[in-house]
Structure formats: C-alpha cells, structure tokens
C-alpha cells in the first residue's frame, strides 16, 4: 500500500500569513492526489483535486502543487475561516484510497 | 441536489455488530462509488471500504477484512456499512461520501465531492 506522511502535524499562524503544508508519498502517485479540509464537528470539504485543480467555489487563495511524491497545499493569505484541519489522499493505487494523518492549522 | 443523509447514532458493546446507512439523492446513484471513511475522536480519516453500486463490487481496508461488509439498495438509493465483532477502537465518525471514479476506467481520477453528515458509533460495555 502507498503511504502518506503530512508535515507538519500542526502550526501556528496569524491571519494574513502564508502557510504551506507538505505531503509525500512513499512511491510515485503522478499528480494523483487530492486535498480536503475538515473543521471540527463537520465532514471533510474537498477542495482540490488532481493535485492542482481548485474545486468550484473555493478560494483562489488555495493552491495546490506537485508531482510524483511531492505535494504542497498553499493558503497565500490566511484568514480565520481558514482556521482547520488538512487532509492530503492519493487515488493512483487503489484499493485502498490513502489519507495522510492530517495537518491542524492553529490560530497564533 | 446531491445529499447523502446517513442513520443516527449508534451505541453498541464490544463483539456486536452496527449497520449504518447512508441514503442518496439529487443524482444518479448507480455511476458513482460510495466511499465509507471513519474518524476516531482526535484523530485522522482512515478509510475503511467502497462500493460501486451498478455492479456492487466492493473494496476493504485491510484493516478490516472480514469483519466489514458494504452493500447497497439501489431501489432506495441506499448504502450500508456493517462492522461485526466490535472493539473499543471502532468507537468513531463513520461518514459515507460519493466518488465519481470511472469504474469501467481505472485509470482515471477520484475524488470525494459529496460527504454524509457523519455517524456516531460508540462500543462500550
């Protein structure tokens, strides 16, 4: 099975900020890999899919980034609402559908 | 519009077996895989089986071969999860979402777009 390992496992930031979370994974997935963010009480929200591909209706401060093993979600300017739980996955082996353990953005 | 609306929670005792459900709508149910994710409390997603409801082929986690069974309802627009031999570590949110992975076409993209509310299931004695 391919596993996916986030860093870091948490930050802090102020709003405003750019904050940059990393996902790799353990074999090359090409750009087979999505992005969700989850806060707490609620389902994860897909907000990128195919490595790069904004979904309909999120903020273009949201990027995504990478191939092969290497992928990064971008937040260019933090705001509060932003203020969640980010979830990498990689679809390019499956079965299973791999999440990686996640990545808390606090509020600094 | 696309829903998922799953069954409530549920509170069970160690070696029981749960059922959830998780019922679509606002679409068409048959061409779209069924995902079924849980959530330990203060932990990460961990995916745990699929099943693409035109054929009912289904996938599992290694983690929970043979003790987890997916199935469907196409009459109703259904899905269930059952998880048998329950333990303690299976209290968690169980959440189903849609997938619109090209069954007849591996090669291409998923993506989880449509989530259920998510469902509590608690294993205590």
């Known amino acids: 099975d391919i596993q996916m390992t986030q860093s870091p496992s948490s930050l802090s930031a102020f709003v405003g900020d750019r904050v940059t979370i990393t996902c790799r994974a353990s074999?090359?997935?090409?750009?087979?890999l999505n992005w969700y963010q989850q806060k707490p009480g609620k389902a994860p929200k897909l907000l990128i899919s195919?490595?790069?591909t904004l979904q309909s209706g999120v903020p273009s401060r949201f990027s995504g980034s990478g191939y092969g093993t290497d992928f990064t979600l971008t937040i260019s300017s933090l705001q509060p609402e932003d203020f969640a739980s980010y979830y990498c996955?990689?679809?390019?082996?499956?079965?299973?559908?791999?999440f990686g353990q996640g990545t808390k953005v606090e509020m600094k | 519009q696309v829903q998922l609306v799953q069954s409530g929670a549920e509170v069970k005792k160690p070696g029981a077996s749960v059922k959830v459900s998780c019922k679509a709508s606002?679409?068409?149910?048959?061409?779209?895989?069924i995902h079924w994710v849980r959530q330990a409390p203060g932990q990460g997603l961990e995916w745990v089986g699929a099943?693409?409801?035109?054929?009912?082929?289904?996938y599992y986690a290694q983690t929970f071969q043979g003790r987890v069974t997916v199935t469907r309802d196409t009459s109703t627009s259904t899905v269930y999860l059952e998880l048998s031999s329950l333990k303690s570590e299976d209290t968690a949110v169980y959440f189903c979402?849609?997938?619109?992975?090209?069954?007849?076409?591996?090669?291409?993209?998923?993506?989880?777009?449509?989530w259920g509310q998510g469902t509590l299931v608690t294993v205590s004695s």
């Open positions: 979402a849609r997938d619109p992975f090209d069954h007849y076409d591996r090669s291409g993209y998923s993506w989880l777009d449509y």
């Open positions: 606002g679409y068409t149910f048959p061409i779209y895989y």
């Open positions: 099943i693409f409801p035109s054929s009912g082929d289904t």
């Open positions: 074999q090359s997935i090409n750009n087979y």
């Open positions: 195919a490595a790069s």
């Open positions: 996955q990689q679809t390019y082996i499956t079965p299973p559908w791999t």
